[in-house]
């Protein structure tokens, strides 16, 4: 990560606070000069695709997160993207009413919140705060400082992420199953996309000058950044992976017979391809190790019986299992 960048949870964190802080919403324009995670790449009357772009991510994410995004049309300006508002309703964000801590939970709350206070209003928060109010936007300003260190995805994503806003060639070592050595990728990052609860980017292969989608959990190692940019393709790279993911997912088909009343009946009915009462099921997936990972671990609840290559990395993964607990080889 570059000196002095933001990570991609503090950004999001300091976005939904300036969100929730104001009454009468933010323009695109306030959010990006002023919000922690956008202020230090904001160009006055400069070229600002790159962050207009990281804005609108930003955006899906945190509304995917359930956050309540409102957007707000101003009635003489309709049409007018570049002027409207985005807020998060004052009471739309707040826990359950049915939600209660005991005076212990309380006490322990009040503890990590002043412990996280103490050191997160950092000046580049101060900053931002004031700027917010010189632009006549009244904020809550204790609110503003706080600063989430939490990593939710793999350690992959927000180097993938950097390189993708600033377009620069990455390299990074990517283990497939059953190899027994990662293999170094130069890919061009062109897209961060979530599939089936799993990230993954959408490249184009340096090495094979074709495009590539890699899962983020197997790259082992570092995300590497050169020195090299390139030009990103016309057209919706995330949305052009994500069709070829399903394309993907449609075309691999399991049968699967589940115990009934097991928990594998309970969670493979869901993904079936037609309602059935039956206990052979019919599922898609995306990779063949991971659903086999994934069958495996019901153990004697499913039995695979087709495709044969699928029914045989399930055998392989329980004899691995059976080995590991009475000590004999396979």
């Keep these: 990560m570059a000196a002095g960048a933001v990570p991609v949870e503090e950004r999001l964190f300091s976005l939904v606070l300036a969100l929730v802080a104001t009454d009468h919403g933010l323009t695109k324009a306030e959010i990006l000069s002023s919000v922690q995670g ?16 990281q804005f609108e991510r930003d955006k899906d994410d945190i509304r995917d997160l359930g956050v309540p995004l409102e957007t707000i049309e101003q009635a003489t300006e309709a049409g007018n993207n570049q002027n409207l508002r985005y807020r998060i309703p004052k009471g739309a964000y707040d826990l359950p ?10 006490t322990l709350l009040n503890l990590a919140a002043e412990v996280w206070r ?14 917010l109010r010189s632009l006549g936007i009244e904020v809550d300003g204790p609110m503003i400082g ?11 994503f927000e180097p993938l992420r950097s390189a993708i806003d600033r377009n620069l060639v990455v390299t990074f070592a990517y283990l497939k199953p059953g190899e027994r050595a990662a293999v170094v990728r130069t890919v061009e990052p062109l ?16 090495d094979r000058a074709a495009p590539r989608t890699f899962l983020l959990s197997r790259i082992v190692g570092p995300v590497t950044p050169t020195r090299t940019t390139f030009s990103p393709p016309e057209g919706d790279s995330a949305a052009a992976a994500v069709q070829e993911l399903d394309r993907v997912l449609a075309t691999n088909v399991a049968r699967i017979r589940v115990r009934p ?5 309970s969670r493979l009915r869901r993904q079936a391809l037609e309602p059935s009462a039956d206990t052979d099921l019919r599922v898609n997936y ?12 019901y153990g004697p609840e499913v039995v695979v019986l087709e495709p044969s290559a699928l029914r045989a990395a399930v055998i392989d993964r329980l004899r691995q299992v059976a080995a590991s607990h009475t000590g004999t080889d396979r």
């Design 146 to 156: 706080y600063a989430p260190r939490v990593r939710v995805r793999e350690a992959a």
């Design 118 to 131: 103490e050191g997160s209003l950092s000046s580049e928060s101060h900053r931002a705060l004031l700027k």
């Design 97 to 106: 009413p049915d939600v209660t801590f005991t005076p212990e939970e309380t």
């Design 286 to 297: 995306l990779d063949a190790n991971l659903m086999a990972d994934e069958l495996a671990s």
């Design 261 to 265: 009343d097991s928990d594998a009946d």
């Design 191 to 206: 897209a961060l996309v979530k599939h089936e609860g799993r990230w993954h980017v959408a490249t184009l292969d340096r």
């Design 38 to 53: 956008y202020r230090h790449r904001y160009v006055v009357r400069g070229d600002n695709a790159s962050l207009e772009r």
